[in-house]
């Protein structure tokens, strides 16, 4: 983009102005996994902001719970399972966070429509065994994430962690 503007010797000049590419809001699951293809620090980076167990404890998100099941997982879950993990909460860029207890059918139901193409698209091969390592990792990771919150053990700053995500996912990526 050009733009006219008056230089220092009182003459007119076009000038090439610096624009960023503007960050398309993610509303569906293709959007997410075009996302996840071609911009993944800003999918962390929406991660980030996605505030766990209702907005109540500022200092859990998103990306920091799912690098959390990432690495504690058993060694043995397979490549597709730890891709699982890092994606497994992804849905929730899209529809928000809520505590379990007050999630709607329709809620789950679009959650469970996005991880499928999640799941189609970057661990094919995941089999239900997989799945529910991460289901019950990720369950037993949330009930720790209350406890130590609750208990003040909240751990506000992660440098690096946005990286770490991204370095992570993409070495997974290669594997494949």
């Known amino acids: 983009m050009t733009s006219t503007t008056i230089g220092s010797d009182g003459q007119y000049e ?4 610096q624009t960023t590419p503007k960050r398309q809001l993610i509303r569906t699951a293709d959007e997410l996994v075009k ?9 962390a980076l929406s991660m980030w902001h996605v505030v766990r167990f209702g907005g109540q404890i500022p200092q859990c998100n998103v990306l ?25 909460d992804c849905h929730e860029i899209i529809t928000g966070d809520l505590v379990r207890p007050f999630k709607s059918v329709r809620l789950t139901r679009a959650q469970t429509e996005i ?12 089999t239900a065994d ?23 053990k909240n751990e506000i700053h992660t440098p690096g962690l946005l990286a770490e995500w991204c370095r992570t996912f993409s070495e997974l990526q290669r594997k494949s």
């Not at 076009?14 to 102005?17: I, N, T, V």
């Not at 920091?64 to 879950?77: A, C, D, G, N, Q």
């Not at 991880?115 to 995941?126: E, G, K, T, Y």
């Not at 997989?130 to 919150?149: C, S």
Request: contains cysteine; hydrophobic residues 40%; negative net charge.
């Open 130 to 152: 997989q799945i529910e390592i991460v289901r019950l990792t990720d369950v037993a990771v949330g009930d720790a994430e209350f406890y130590e919150w609750q208990d003040g």
């Open 64 to 88: 920091k719970h799912s690098m959390r099941v990432y690495r504690e997982l058993p060694l043995t879950s397979g490549r597709d399972a730890k891709i699982w993990a890092l994606l497994h």
């Open 115 to 126: 991880d499928a193409v999640l799941q189609a698209r970057f661990c094919p091969s995941i």
């Open 35 to 43: 996302a996840l293809e071609v911009e993944r620090y800003n999918v």
């Open 14 to 17: 076009l000038r090439e102005r």
